[in-house]
């Protein structure tokens, strides 16, 4: 639709300037956002199927408006990414995300790995390495603690230059997940050989796991071939008991999803766990 659109500027210009300004504006307010501090991050849990264990939280960014307005991130990566500003944005991301990490071990909550979005931008503009190690240290976190997911794309992108940055990563002792697979074309013993250690079934296989015959399909034979790599598997979209059920039925090592609980402030985390032992 993009591409589309860009085409016809040159016949309309009053579409284009509109266009254009819009992400001029929108470039304009997440810059702001930035020296302002007006991003959040939300976090997700994700449990163990096996034991119902709370063992880890994916961090979402939000803007939060002056107005207390949310922005969803739907709503700003893609611009983020165009200008660059994905750069400093995800570095402040892995900082804030590493030090809550550490602020949930001081409070005595149970060891949680913390999960953060890379954008393939984050891999070609910036020194990933770099921030990485900095977020670590400065949190005084376990890398371990640490989990960073990437997209396919990330892979397809520019491979060579990919795979080293991938496996400087991973020495550092930080633990890498496929983000939203089934959804692109890389195999698994592909993969494998990048010394990914799990992956994230895409929330559109499992929403309707429990009504779509083949939907359930896809996502046994993910698990299964996951398993038989010695890969952990996570499924996102976790909407209904059913879904857990089957997920945990067909032996997928973790869940996220609305059915546990929806991405929540970092302060609201102790108390949803209470409740959650407590159910
Ligand atoms: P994602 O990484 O695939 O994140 C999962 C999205 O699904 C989140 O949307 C989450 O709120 C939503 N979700 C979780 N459980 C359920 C469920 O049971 N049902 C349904 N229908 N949805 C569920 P969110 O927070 O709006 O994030 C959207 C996307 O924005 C993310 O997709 C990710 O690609 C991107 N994103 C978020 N935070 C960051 C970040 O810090 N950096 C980068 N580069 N991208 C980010
Ligand atoms: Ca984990
Ligand atoms: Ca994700
Ligand atoms: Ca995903």
Redesign the pocket.
């Known amino acids: 639709a993009k591409a589309a659109g860009r085409d016809t500027w040159r016949f309309y210009t009053p579409a284009m300037n509109e266009q254009a300004l819009e992400q001029l504006q929108l470039r304009t307010l997440l810059r702001r956002a930035l020296e302002q501090r007006q991003f959040v991050l ?1 976090y ?1 849990p994700q449990i163990d199927l096996a034991s119902g264990a709370l063992v880890g939280v ?5 803007l939060q408006r002056e107005d207390g307005a949310i922005m ?3 709503q700003f ?1 893609a611009a983020a990414e165009d200008s660059g500003l ?1 750069v400093p ?2 570095e402040w ?1 892995l900082r804030e995300a590493c030090a809550q990490a550490m602020r949930w071990q001081q409070q005595g909550l149970p060891a949680l790995t913390v999960a ?4 393939a931008v ?1 891999f070609r503009r910036g020194d990933l390495l770099h921030s990485v190690t900095q977020a670590l240290t400065d949190a005084g976190l376990a890398p371990q603690r640490l989990e960073l ?1 990437l997209t396919e794309s990330i892979l397809i992108d520019d491979a060579e230059q990919m795979i080293d940055q991938l496996r400087r990563l991973k020495a550092l002792g930080v633990c890498l997940s496929i ?2 697979f089934g959804t692109g074309y890389s195999s698994l013993a592909y993969l494998k050989r990048l010394a990914v250690d799990k992956l994230k079934i895409d ?1 559109s296989f499992v ?1 309707d796991i429990a009504g779509d015959p083949d939907d359930a399909a896809i996502v046994r034979a993910i698990i299964s071939m996951a398993r038989s790599l010695k890969l952990q598997v996570i499924a ?4 209904t008991a059913d879904a857990a059920t089957l997920l945990r039925m067909h032996q997928c090592h973790e869940a ?4 546990f609980a ?2 929540m402030p970092a302060q609201d985390l102790p108390g949803w766990l209470e409740q959650y032992q407590g159910r």
């Open positions: 939300y997700q994916e961090a979402l960014v939000r969803a991130p739907g990566i994905i944005l995800g991301v953060v979005n890379l954008s984050q997911e983000d939203d929330q929403r996102e979209g976790v909407e996220q999803g609305w059915h929806r991405p």
